[in-house]
């Protein structure tokens, strides 16, 4: 029998837990080893959504292009720099480039000259001299284009496999999607020498237990640095609308595997980095700090500007639309402490596992 065909039985247990006693077991193994291989840090990555225009057509997003109920925008080169500044000037160590998904040149060179001016501006001003870490989430690209974005100095990428089973998969994308495409983009992002992290939806319309347990060994088996997991939440303007109303487990039941998600996920992974994800807060106006007391270890404060965040809606309920990038620092402040945790204001916070996969 292989490692995993043992582990997997054990992984479906874990994500199973329900009762008072299963929960507070997971909690207290997945917290000793997050104390113990990452520590009591929370790292922020200030989250820049700077376009909401999207080649693609994923069945559960809100920005799919076939929504034609969203106002499509792309904040200029200036309005993301403004905001990549206020994040190094608070603390941020970090920030994400997040936007649907486009793959002409226009937006690559966009995007090639902004992470350089990014880097640039912040590297003057930084005694170390590594400036503002930089992960970007902008989707499949070529090879070539995420070796341009890496010499341009974005250091880590974000692409979730949002499901590992492939049948799931094609049944969630468009034909055009290929689940091939996607892995190969992780392994490609790997061999350019990003920091790389992924993740999936839990809960998706016709996820199993064994899914999900599936999908973190092959967390595993990819090898990646860091996780963004949340729960899949309903958009009224997608055609995976009618299924998810049909499977909804409920508020409860769907936080509840989420939370089990990331614990699970912390005890096989050990000493990667787990984000606590925006769609947590969806769920509960705590989903985020209960995901931190369940093994994650980062948290991405959104610095949108105020006028673009009701435009940029993958699900609904997306919680702080109508706050500021100030606003949610000292959210993120007092949700930190009221936990005994402590934010690890102007570090990287690179992923561990990272070091260790390149023998640094
Ligand atoms: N619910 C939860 N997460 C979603 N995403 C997209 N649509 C939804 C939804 N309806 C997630 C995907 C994507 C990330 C940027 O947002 O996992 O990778």
Same mark, same amino acid.
């Given at each position: ?25 997971? *909690? ?7 104390? $113990?291989?990452? =520590? ?9 959504? %700077?376009?909401?225009?999207?080649? +693609?057509?994923? %069945? ?32 941020? @160590? ?5 936007? /649907? ?11 090639? $000259? ?9 590297? #003057?001003?930084?005694?170390? +001299? ?32 949002? #499901? ?6 094609? +049944?969630?994308?468009?034909?055009? *999607? ?14 350019? /020498?990003?920091?790389? @992290? ?7 319309? /016709? ?42 487990? @409920? ?13 699970? #996920? ?28 369940? /093994? ?7 610095? #949108? ?23 949610? $620092? ?14 690890? %204001?102007?570090?990287? =916070? ?11």
């Amino acid at each position: 029998m292989s490692q995993s065909e043992n582990i997997r039985p054990e992984l479906v247990q874990k994500l199973k837990s329900q009762s008072n006693k299963e929960v507070a077991k997971l *909690c207290s193994e997945a917290e000793n080893i997050r104390k $113990k291989f990452v =520590g009591d840090k929370v790292y922020l990555r200030g989250i820049i959504e %700077f376009s909401n225009l999207c080649e +693609k057509d994923c %069945f559960y997003c809100g920005i799919r292009r076939s929504n034609r109920n969203v106002e499509r925008f792309r904040m200029s080169e200036k309005e993301i720099l403004d905001c990549a500044k206020w994040a190094f000037k608070n603390g941020y @160590g970090s920030v994400v480039l997040q936007s /649907g998904e486009i793959a002409n040149k226009e937006f690559v060179d966009f995007l090639v $000259k902004l992470v350089e001016q990014i880097k640039k501006e912040t590297k #003057t001003a930084d005694a170390k +001299k590594k400036g503002l870490g930089i992960t970007l989430c902008v989707g499949e690209q070529k090879k070539n284009v995420y070796q341009e974005l890496f010499d341009a100095g974005a250091h880590r990428y974000l692409l979730r496999i949002e #499901t590992s089973n492939p049948k799931l998969y094609e +049944k969630i994308h468009p034909k055009e *999607c290929s689940f091939e495409n996607r892995v190969k983009c992780l392994e490609n992002l790997k061999e350019i /020498g990003y920091q790389v @992290g992924t993740g999936v939806m839990i809960g998706i319309p /016709g996820q199993s237990v064994e899914d999900l347990a599936d999908d973190i060994l092959f967390f595993k088996k990819i090898d990646a640095d860091m996780f963004g997991m949340g729960p899949y939440i309903i958009h009224e303007n997608t055609p995976m609308r009618k299924y998810a109303k049909k499977w909804n487990a @409920g508020k409860n039941g769907q936080l509840r595997l989420a939370l089990n998600m990331v614990a699970a #996920t912390r005890i096989f992974l050990k000493d990667v980095n787990i984000a606590a994800t925006t769609a947590f807060d969806a769920l509960s106006p705590l989903g985020r700090d209960l995901a931190l007391k369940h /093994g994650a270890n980062i948290m991405m404060p959104v610095i #949108t500007p105020k006028k673009y965040r009701g435009k940029y809606l993958l699900y609904e309920g997306k919680p702080c639309i109508d706050e500021d990038a100030i606003k949610c $620092k000292d959210c993120h402040i007092r949700r930190v402490k009221r936990i005994g945790r402590e934010i690890g %204001f102007g570090k990287w =916070g690179d992923s561990l596992h990272y070091f260790k996969r390149v023998g640094i």
